[in-house]
């Protein structure tokens, strides 16, 4: 009468072995999702940007991207990314940047991107300047994930430092590193051409109707050109830029003038004045014209590199022969 329930113990005893089985399974399986989870976190597929906003959260490597400044289209390039999009004023100024034509979609001007045409190009990231576009970040970060970097009247560091950014949003942070490396590398090298002790002082700035739009030592190009040994006229001005008067440039009496887009009918005015006349860099003949874009609107790091190597130039005209 025993034998009957014997059936019934095999039975129970293949039910615990298959549930031992698949606990077993699941635990190997929670493993390995562990362990995915882990690689996902050590390979940076998913990180948090800080910016001047906040904080972004961007994952993999972006590569449908939206840049709203040239010193953003001359960082990506450098990472190996070609924007999707790009505001720009004139259709030649992306050529006039990198020195060589690239495929893109206008998204209007630097000062009004259009938004309607960013969200058209379904980019996977937008990178927006603090100075300009501050008060549509969140419109434009219902269109993408966007991050929001000092370029416009910031400093030649704080570039560098939003260059660093670029690169880690973009998922390059160790080619970045590299790049910058090269890059600061070839400034010292520039830096060679400089005579030690540099005695003589530069203004730079853009002629206006009326008055000129001086660049500072904390500009972009100021502190560029200061770091090198190339003492900007203007040391304790509150801001990047400052407009100056005739009077307030002869006070400043600076020994070479980078002359940016100058206008005609001011600068004719100013010859005939005695206080142009006396101004030191007038008086040595040290009044030089430079290329506007490449000196006070591209601001990346290739344009630091030129900015340096045609300021040796011109000041050093015998070491360039």
């Not at 996977?124 to 993408?144: G, M, P, Q, T, V």
């Not at 830096?191 to 002629?207: M, Q, T």
Request: proline share 4%; aromatic share 4%; net charge neutral.
């Amino acid at each position: 009468m025993a034998s009957p329930k014997k059936p019934l113990r095999t039975g129970m005893l293949l039910a615990a072995i298959l549930a031992l089985l698949t606990v077993i399974i699941a635990g190997c399986g929670s493993q390995s999702k562990d362990n995915n989870a882990a690689t996902s976190q050590a390979t940076g597929d998913t990180r948090i940007i800080k910016h001047e906003m906040g904080e972004t959260k961007i994952t993999g490597k972006p590569k449908r991207i939206v840049t709203l400044e040239f010193s953003f289209v001359d960082a990506a390039t450098q990472l190996g990314v070609t924007p999707v999009g790009i505001a720009q004023e004139n259709d030649d100024d992306i050529d006039g940047l990198l020195g060589k034509k690239i495929d893109f979609t206008p998204v209007g001007t630097r000062k009004q991107p259009n938004l309607e045409t960013i969200s058209s190009l379904k980019p996977d990231l937008i990178i927006a300047d603090l100075n300009r576009h501050k008060s549509i970040y969140k419109e434009l970060s219902e269109i993408a994930p966007t991050i929001v970097l000092k370029s416009r009247n910031s400093s030649y560091e704080q570039n560098l430092a939003s260059f660093g950014v670029i690169a880690d949003a973009l998922g390059e942070k160790e080619k970045g590193e590299q790049i910058l490396a090269a890059h600061k590398a070839k400034m010292e090298e520039l830096k060679k051409g400089i005579k030690a002790g540099e005695p003589r002082s530069v203004l730079l700035g853009v002629f206006r109707s009326d008055s000129l739009s001086a660049h500072g030592a904390s500009s972009f190009d100021g502190q560029l050109l200061e770091q090198a040994g190339i003492h900007n006229a203007l040391q304790n001005t509150s801001e990047p830029t400052v407009k100056l008067t005739l009077e307030q440039i002869a006070q400043a009496d600076p020994d070479v003038i980078f002359l940016v887009e100058a206008d005609e009918k001011l600068i004719s005015e100013w010859k005939q004045n005695p206080l142009w006349q006396n101004i030191t860099a007038v008086k040595k003949g040290e009044v030089y014209e430079v290329n506007r874009a490449l000196w006070t609107r591209y601001r990346g790091l290739g344009s630091a590199e030129k900015i340096l190597e045609q300021a040796i130039s011109l000041l050093y005209p015998a070491q360039s022969k």
